[in-house]
C-alpha cells in the first residue's frame, strides 16, 4: 500500500493560494519528497478546457447544476488519469482545490446544499479524500480587494460580498465537521507570518507523518 500523501489547498480569493502552494512546493524538495503539483477545475488536457467553459465570463446565464456537473465531469477525468495513478506510484500530490471547494462555492455559495454534491463525490471518487486539507482563510474583504489588484476578475470573482461571505462560512464548516483532516491558515496576516504557519502545518503533518510511517 501507498504512504503517498494527498494534500489539497483551499479558499476564498485572493488568500495567496498560489504564492503558499509555491512555499509548499518548496518544502517538499528540500525535504526530498517525489509529488506531482496539479489544480482543479483542471489538471488534464480535457479538464483545461472545462476549467476555460467554467471560468469564462458570457451572457448566457450558467445553470448551478450544469456549473456543479461541470466541475465533477473535470474531477473524474483529473483523478483516473492524474491524481489516481500518483498516488498508486508512491508519488505524493498537491492538489489547488478538490471536493472541498465544490461544497463551499456551489454548496454553499450558490446555495446547492450538500445532498446532491454528496452524491457525485460518492459517484466520482468514492473514499478517496485528502489526507491533509490546508485552508487559507481571510476576511472576504481582505481577499477580493487582493483579488481585484490581480487584474481582470473571473466569472466567479465578479460574484458579490455575500456569495463570498457564504463560501467562507462553507470552507470554516467543513474545517469543524472534520478537524482531523484540515489545518486553517490566517491569510490576513503579513506573507511571512502566512509562511511560518504553512512550515510549521508541513513540519508536522508530512514530515512528521512520514517519518512514523517509516518507522512503523
Do not use: W
Amino acid at each position: 500500500m501507498s504512504d503517498a500523501l494527498f494534500i489539497t489547498f483551499e479558499g476564498g480569493e485572493g488568500v495567496g493560494k498560489t504564492t503558499n502552494i509555491e512555499y509548499f512546493k518548496e518544502l517538499m524538495v528540500q525535504s526530498g519528497l517525489d509529488f506531482v503539483s496539479t489544480r482543479e477545475p483542471g489538471g488534464t488536457p480535457l479538464a483545461e478546457e472545462i476549467r476555460s467553459l467554467l471560468l469564462s465570463t458570457r451572457d448566457e446565464a450558467v445553470c448551478s447544476n450544469a456549473e456543479l456537473l461541470l466541475m465533477f465531469a473535470a474531477r473524474s477525468q483529473h483523478l483516473a488519469t492524474v491524481i489516481e495513478p500518483a498516488l498508486k506510484q508512491g508519488v505524493h500530490v498537491i492538489c489547488d482545490r478538490f471536493t472541498d471547494a465544490t461544497y463551499a462555492y456551489q454548496g454553499y455559495g450558490r446555495k446547492l446544499g450538500t445532498e446532491r454534491i454528496a452524491v457525485l463525490e460518492g459517484l466520482v471518487h468514492g473514499d478517496r479524500q485528502p489526507d491533509l486539507t490546508i485552508i487559507l482563510d481571510a476576511p472576504v474583504e481582505v481577499g477580493m480587494g487582493r483579488a481585484r489588484n490581480r487584474g481582470e476578475l473571473d466569472r466567479f470573482e465578479r460574484e458579490d460580498l455575500e456569495f463570498f461571505e457564504r463560501v467562507r462560512k462553507g470552507y470554516l464548516a467543513r474545517a469543524k465537521a472534520a478537524p482531523d483532516r484540515y489545518e486553517i491558515v490566517d491569510a490576513s496576516l503579513e506573507l511571512d507570518e502566512v509562511k511560518q504557519q504553512v512550515a510549521e502545518i508541513f513540519e508536522r503533518r508530512v514530515v512528521e507523518r512520514l517519518g512514523a510511517q517509516h518507522d512503523g
